[in-house]
């Protein structure tokens, strides 16, 4: 298989990464945007917020797109445009649109003791746009788009 | 190189666990096996003392969510102990306080659990 890294049309002014579809990688992923983010002028609160919504959609991106295949890779690129920070998070595996899931209804979730699906409400409380691009054959990459507007 | 680790002692016949470094995907099962361990009793009394612990994501979190209905049904309970505020923070964010005792100090989970006998 072809490796992203080599292939993706990442944004020139973006800073990148990209690691193999294993959890080990999720600590030197959120070390990386909270690197970048801190060096872009976000509060050490928000840096934390922000490298947490991203560890959950990698944490998802491995489970359900890769299923824990760890000899897949995807990558992250981040930049600044618009006072927003932008986060592309980039595979090529399964198709899974976080975006597609209802949110829980917290009260529901405790009373029943349910379990899983608490990484998307995450992402929702803290990204302030969430976008999603599945893969065709024009553009073969599922594409996470988070957007964290600078304030 | 390892990033979250998990010790254990014990204080008036409940079970503390206390947790350093960060617990995400990577990490949560070690987590898991070590709340295991300790709730394979009658009635399981687990603190988990998060001072150490540095970071949490919706995968350490379900940990306690995967223990909680069996430990209650049971009489037991697990209570959470001296999270650093941002760590709390995701707690709070997402309900756990409806479902868990999250207090200050682990004497105060330890009293909260009534253990003058086994």
């Given at each position: 298989m072809t490796k992203l890294s080599r292939t993706y049309p990442f944004s020139p002014r973006s800073h990148r990464i990209c690691v193999t579809s294993d959890t080990s990688e999720l600590k030197k992923i959120r070390d990386f945007i909270e690197r970048t983010a801190l060096q872009l002028g976000f509060a050490e609160q928000a840096t934390y917020n922000i490298a947490l919504a991203v560890d959950e959609a990698c944490a998802n991106i491995i489970r359900h797109?890769?299923?824990?295949?760890?000899?897949r890779e995807f990558c992250l690129e981040i930049f600044v445009e618009q006072s927003c920070l932008t986060i592309n998070i980039i595979d090529n595996g399964a198709t899974f649109d976080p975006l597609s899931l209802a949110p829980p209804n917290m009260k529901e979730y405790f009373s029943k003791f349910m379990k899983g699906g608490l990484g998307i409400p995450i992402i929702r409380k803290f990204i302030d746009e969430i976008r999603y691009q599945s893969a065709d054959s024009d553009h073969p990459y599922n594409v996470l788009t988070l957007v964290k507007r600078l304030s | 190189m390892s990033t979250f680790s998990v010790k254990h002692t014990t204080q008036q016949h409940v079970d503390v666990l206390s947790v350093t470094g960060f617990l995400d995907a990577h990490t949560a099962p070690q987590l898991e096996q070590e709340i295991q361990k300790y709730s394979d009793v009658p009635t399981p009394k687990i603190v988990v003392d998060f001072k150490e612990l540095d970071y949490i994501s919706s995968a350490g979190m379900g940990v306690f969510m995967m223990f909680i209905e069996d430990i209650r049904s049971k009489s037991g309970d697990i209570k959470l102990a001296r999270m650093q505020p941002k760590v709390y923070s995701v707690f709070d964010l997402l309900g756990f306080p409806m479902l868990f005792d999250i207090v200050d100090s682990i004497d105060d989970a330890v009293v909260k659990f009534g253990t003058s006998n086994e």
């Open positions: 797109s890769y299923k824990h295949d760890t000899t | -």
